[in-house]
């Protein structure tokens, strides 16, 4: 087998948003699909994270994620909030690409493009019902396979069973729909073991797009307010993520456009990202093609 490349994020030039040490790619939806679909062509291996506050804020109480989105092949700007940070930091180009919003317009250009698709998340009856959705809402869209893994870490005869399973269908996207921390942490590790080229963590995607969960009203997710709706609809799991994230957030994210605080991004720090590259499409051919 032929040595692999590891394309760094320097390689892609792709300009950072720094919220509180987590580098979010200035990127709106037509940009990240165009990304996404040059690495798919690049036949690489990556994964692309969805963040937003809660993401930022579990990030800094936990190395490790902040380290997996900050190695990310993409990290985008999922939510209002991030998107705001971005331009007071003078990125023009960042629009939000929350993940859910994200999955339905990959499945979109997949009608056209073929890609194939593998769903991993939610819980019992959840995938089935987002696969029935989509190949409704997208007539001709190739699912492959779906996995509902249990609230814990796979035991090794989960593990073979997925590896098999992923292995056979080989798809070319597999999302991850098992909430921040665990999907990003999920992604870092299982990437290299499964048979796909790219990983996208979407969070809560699969309950809205399979009827479980609705969505918050236009005017709400324009406005940056689209977590008061969802905290309305789970109370009791959401209580905490929001009313201790959201006001630190605002304070630690002033601090830092003031000035009074640091919050180093390490994303340039010549850190390599999980996207394997053959020789036959390096970084200058992926570089050269999202210019």
Known sequence: ??????????????????????????????????????????????????????????????????????KSFLTVPDGKPTVWVGRIEGKAGIGHVGGPELMLEMCRVSQDKGYTHFLYGGKPGVAPALEAALQHRFPGIKIVGSYTPPFRALNPQEEAELDQTVQEAAPDIFWVGISTPKQEKFMFEYLPKLNTKMMIGVGAAFDFHSGKVKFAPLWMRESGLAWIYRLSQDPRRLWKRYLFNIPRFVWAITLQLLGLRSYPLERWAGVETPFVNSKACGPSKVADSIK
Do not use: F, W
């Not at 200035?26 to 994270?49: N, P, T």
């Open 1 to 70: 087998m032929e040595q692999a490349q590891v394309l760094s994020t320097t390689d892609l030039k792709i300009p950072c948003a720094n919220l509180l040490g987590v580098g979010i790619h200035a990127v709106d939806m037509a940009r990240a699909i165009s990304l996404i679909e040059d690495a798919l062509v690049c036949r690489g291996k990556c994964y692309v994270c969805a963040t937003g506050v809660h993401g930022v804020m579990e990030a800094n109480r936990d190395g490790e994620l902040k380290s997996i989105l900050n």
